[in-house]
């Protein structure tokens, strides 16, 4: 079990978020919507610990995290930011790597899997990371993010800038490593049907609040909602 509880911040003197509390359960997961500016991404910042908390706090599996970004990737809290930031002048490999020695785990290990799962990255593995494509670099930026063995992965805006193929197969991706693992995923998002297509349930966010938690289905079928809180 993953859980944000009363999470309030922002930057400097500036509050985003207010008392803002969601949680996603072991092997499930949840959208997390709304439209730019909300404070989605601010929420995500608070829950890997990028910002510092005004008030509330993050548990991971029963217990409170701690409030350093090193220490929550080691409980098992695994984050892919938005615009994705892969070390540009790293191949593929090393960025693998890299993530994998800094959380403990065996590099080569890390690489050998991610290769495995991910196709799309197995003739780049020796490019420099700068050089791929938007679409290449996010998958990059998802098997990086799994190099650290999480229990719960949080990603931020992750169709953003790439191209509809590549959405298709991260939903394929992110789908199976939930099935196979029992990843728990939350993943924030502008596009409905990239959520709607993985996800069993949603937070909606506006002005910095959670305006509603609802299921699938019903936000599917509740187009009014959609134009409402998310323009669509």
Do not use: W
Not at 15 to 28: A, C, L, N, P, Q
Not at 31 to 42: D, E, F, H
Request: charged share 25%; glycine share 10%.
């Amino acid at each position: 079990m993953f859980r944000v509880v009363g999470a309030t911040g922002g930057y400097g003197k500036t509050v985003i978020i207010r008392d803002v509390s969601i949680e996603v359960g072991d092997g499930e997961i949840v959208a997390l919507l709304g439209r730019n500016g909300v404070g989605k991404s601010t929420l995500m910042r608070f829950a890997t610990a990028l910002i510092p908390a005004v008030s509330g706090h993050v548990e991971i599996s029963g217990t409170r995290a701690p409030d350093a970004p090193a220490k929550r990737a080691r409980m098992g809290l695994g984050y892919v930011p938005q615009g994705r930031f892969v070390f540009p002048r790293m191949t593929v490999r090393e960025n693998i790597a890299v993530a994998a020695e800094a959380n403990g785990h065996d590099g080569r290990k890390a690489v050998a899997a991610a290769l495995s799962e991910f196709a799309i990255l197995r003739p780049k593995a020796d490019d420099l990371a700068g050089g791929l494509s938007g679409g290449q670099q996010q998958i990059l930026a998802l098997a990086r993010a799994l190099a650290v063995e999480p229990k719960v992965l949080l990603l931020d805006e992750p169709t953003e800038g790439v191209q509809p193929s590549i959405i298709d197969e991260m939903a394929g991706i992110l789908k199976r490593i939930n099935h196979e693992r029992g990843l728990a995923i939350l993943v924030a998002e502008q596009d409905l049907d990239f959520c709607l297509s993985i996800a069993s349930r949603a937070y909606v966010m506006e002005k910095g609040r959670v305006r509603l938690e609802t299921d699938r289905e019903s936000l599917r079928a509740d187009k009014r909602l959609q134009q409402e809180l998310l323009g669509v």
